[in-house]
Nanobody
């Protein structure tokens, strides 16, 4: 249901834009998130885009990454600029439940769907 694309290998300081194709209902009904997992490390959240347009970023990517979606193209994006070697990871798209009564930054909770991932390498 979620299909990522756009990963690749770039030098430090470079940019990549990864995409996640999803159904229109998924994009409009769920919190859409990007996660990443580096070898030997736990999966970590990178960015959330809630159904009301609210956006949250991990501190490690603030000012460098931008999450967005295009409903006409049924796609979620993660524009990554000023990439660092520590950004190297498998990047996953996820559709998560939104619990609106929670504070901002905590409203995207349990994951209903995962994509298969796309590899990003910065070296």
């Amino acid at each position: 249901q979620l299909v990522e694309s756009g990963g690749g290998s770039v030098p430090p300081g470079g940019s990549l834009n990864v995409s996640c194709e999803a159904s229109r209902d998924t994009l409009s009904s769920y919190c859409m998130s990007w996660f990443r997992q580096a070898p030997g490390k736990e999966r970590e959240g990178v960015a959330d885009l809630e159904s009301d347009g609210s956006i949250t970023y991990a501190d490690s990517v603030k000012g460098r990454f931008t999450i967005s979606k295009d409903n006409a193209k049924n796609s979620l994006y993660l524009q990554m600029n000023s990439l660092k070697p520590e950004d190297t990871a498998m990047y996953y798209c996820a559709a998560r439940t939104r619990q609106w009564w929670l504070p901002a930054g905590q409203r995207c909770t349990s994951t209903s769907y995962w994509g298969q991932g796309t590899q990003v390498t910065v070296s």
